[in-house]
Nanobody, 116 residues
Framework: QVQLVESGGGLVQSGGSLRLSCAAS????????MGWYRQVPGKQRDLVAT???????NYADSVKGRFTISRDNAKTTVYLQMNSLEPDDTAVYYC??????????WGQGTQVTVSP
């Protein structure tokens, strides 16, 4: 059974930082491309960042220079360090796993709220 469990969300003031974690189980984590997406009510889920099994990263333009995605294959965990947070970063953040052999997997989401 695949599980992606996010943690680390919360309320922070503009300019502050948060670190999200996603602990994965039930997948070949070291082979998967891991990612973070975010969604606000009434809008589509958007890409925030991805990291390949080799550590190649990709970021949405809106978070470049502020967010950093990383992974620890030994702990089967992916992280999202978010600095210089802005009110527009407020959203539910979802962890994603793509093993390229079947369906993609999603976590339950964690709320990030940035106050002005």
């Amino acid at each position: 059974q695949v599980q992606l469990v996010e943690s680390g969300g919360g309320l922070v003031q503009s300019g502050g930082s948060l670190r999200l974690s996603c602990a994965a189980s039930g997948i070949a984590f070291s082979l998967a491309r891991m990612g973070w997406y975010r969604q606000v009510p009434g809008k589509q889920r958007d890409l925030v960042a991805t990291i390949t099994r080799r550590g190649t990263t990709n970021y949405a333009d809106s978070v470049k220079g502020r967010f950093t995605i990383s992974r620890d294959n030994a702990k089967t965990t992916v992280y999202l360090q978010m600095n210089s947070l802005e009110p527009d970063d407020t959203a539910v953040y979802y962890c994603n796993a793509d093993t390229f052999t079947g369906p993609q997997y999603w976590g339950q989401g964690t709320q990030v709220t940035v106050s002005p």
